[in-house]
């Protein structure tokens, strides 16, 4: 797999949950070349039916998981719980603007993530996309919003991250981007900034794949694994 398509599927890898303003914002664009330059109307981000979007929530983990899991869905005045959990995971349905800011896809509606956080990426990685989507949201520019995340951090109004945060993501309905679409069945593994070779990452023959986000302070690892949450095989070799 190649290095840029590694950082920018991990940088698509992030969940949110949000309290959204009532109506669509326009936020600054990045690039006047990029593919998706601001903000699309909010409906384009929204799922109609709520039991489809639970559906899609779910498909991110195993059913020994998600069927346990609370599973959140995106409404217009925010994420709101549709469905409680038992087991501390929490399931929903990323969208593209939980990427790293610079990313390409950052506004792109068409993206679909389904993803199922244990309880400690819930507690620590959780409130980190909380933040994100409420600036995105108030239609802060990406200076503003790159700004508030690290004066967030400097203040610790942001938790560090607890170790063995994790999610899944092995849905094969998601859309991660116009390129990979699906990609692979995956787990993310979420920490402090850290070199990548002290998990054997992104070395020949290793299924770990790392990428450093410095605005939010993390490397995330990705590990590739060979079956779908339906236990159906991920018949396409990673590349």
């Known amino acids: 797999m190649k290095p840029k398509l590694a950082r920018e599927l991990i940088g698509l890898a992030l969940l949110l949950a949000a309290v ?32 489809a979007e639970i559906a899609l929530a779910r498909s991110a983990a ?30 929903i349905v990323e969208r593209s603007w939980t ?40 239609g802060k520019t990406n200076e503003q919003m790159s700004k508030a995340i690290e004066a967030a951090l400097d203040k610790k109004e942001l938790p560090a991250l607890e170790i063995g945060a994790m999610c899944f993501m092995m849905s094969k309905d998601g859309y991660l981007d116009d390129q990979a679409g699906h990609w692979h069945p995956h787990l993310m593994f979420f920490v402090p900034l850290t070199d990548a070779k002290s998990w054997g990452a992104d070395l020949a023959g290793s299924p770990v794949l ?29 590349n």
């Open 20 to 51: 959204l303003i009532s109506q669509p914002v326009q936020a600054q664009p990045q690039k006047t070349d990029a593919p998706y330059p601001s903000m699309a109307p909010l409906d384009q981000y929204l799922i109609a039916d709520p039991n």
């Open 62 to 91: 195993p059913k020994a998981i998600s069927d346990n899991a609370e599973v959140l869905v995106l409404e217009r005045q925010g994420y709101t719980t549709a469905v409680a959990g038992t087991n501390g995971f929490v399931c």
């Open 99 to 138: 990427a790293e800011i610079v990313n390409p896809n950052f506004w792109n509606p068409k993206l679909r993530g389904p993803i199922c956080y244990n309880a400690p990426a819930v507690r620590t990685y959780l409130p980190l996309t909380i933040a994100k989507t409420k600036l995105v949201l108030a």
């Open 210 to 238: 790392a990428t450093e986000v410095p605005e939010d302070r993390l490397t995330i690892f990705m590990v590739p694994v060979a079956k779908w949450s339906d236990g159906t095989p991920d018949s396409h070799p990673r």
